[in-house]
């Protein structure tokens, strides 16, 4: 039976991913949806912690754990960016066309406003992208000491930091439409890339051998204490610029 509970973690780590998609959906209180993501983060950090402990890794619990991941990390940021995208004018188009009868001119109707004059399909390619790099992530036994691309948890976080900002402040800069397409594109881009991203791992406690990791520990700490969800945009963007900056450094650790 304990070597079952690697799989119920993964399991509530997509119930949490699934209902805090629907809370977005339905516009439900940022802060349940938070909660919701941070529960999954969580789960997603303790099942394979717990499958190493009770020596419970397998295929079943790694494909399982992706197809969790889908939801929480892959969807969710899809369905936010949708919404931060006119998602609700999307919805409202959808509901429309239950009242007309199928036929060319209701087809035509349904590429023009949904695919054409609004935006929000876009985002949805963040969920295409997650997907992507999550198949790619099982398939590559290389990522050991470092990533290659974003991580969806970490895109996730990215993207829900947006949508909180917005929402607590709707004419603030990250709410241009044009900015959110390219944020959209961007990240889509970054998850399903190679380049090789550090992993927040500690080879020991010694400053030389883990100057990268410390530094950007202590960056992000400081910052989250002092702006909180306001600092994970530009934690995200300096992980990045960390990344391409010691590209050489990353790679050869790699044993």
């Known amino acids: 039976m304990i070597k079952q509970l690697p799989n119920f973690l993964t399991l509530l780590n997509l119930l949490c991913g699934s209902l805090a998609c629907i809370f977005t959906i339905t516009n439900s209180a940022i802060e349940y949806i938070l909660i919701l993501l941070l529960f999954s983060l969580i789960f997603d950090f303790f099942d394979g912690f717990v499958a190493r402990a009770v020596n419970a890794s397998g295929s079943l619990g790694k ?78 036994e290389d990522q050991t000491f470092y990533f290659k691309g974003l991580p969806t948890p970490a895109n996730t976080l990215f993207i829900f930091s947006l949508y909180w900002l917005i929402h607590k402040n709707p004419e603030s800069f990250w709410s241009n439409t044009y900015l959110l397409i390219f944020i959209s594109i961007f990240s ?68």
């Open 63 to 140: 494909e399982l754990d992706s197809l969790a991941d889908v939801i929480s990390f892959g969807l969710l940021p899809g369905i936010l960016m949708f919404n931060l995208l006119d998602g609700d004018v999307f919805l409202s188009t959808i509901k429309g066309l239950t009242t007309l009868d199928f036929n060319f001119n209701s087809f035509y109707f349904l590429i023009d406003s949904l695919f054409i004059k609004n935006a929000s399909i876009i985002g949805l390619i963040i969920t295409l992208a997650s997907a992507y790099r999550l198949a790619k992530f099982n398939l590559d």
């Open 188 to 255: 889509s881009v970054i998850l399903v890339s190679n380049l090789p991203l550090f992993a927040l791992k500690f080879k020991n406690l010694k400053w030389n051998d883990n100057y990268l990791v410390f530094s950007y520990v202590i960056c992000s700490i400081l910052l989250f204490i002092f702006f909180n969800l306001s600092s994970i945009p530009f934690l995200i963007i300096l992980y990045i610029l960390l990344s391409i900056l010691f590209r050489k450094k990353i790679i050869s650790n790699e044993p």
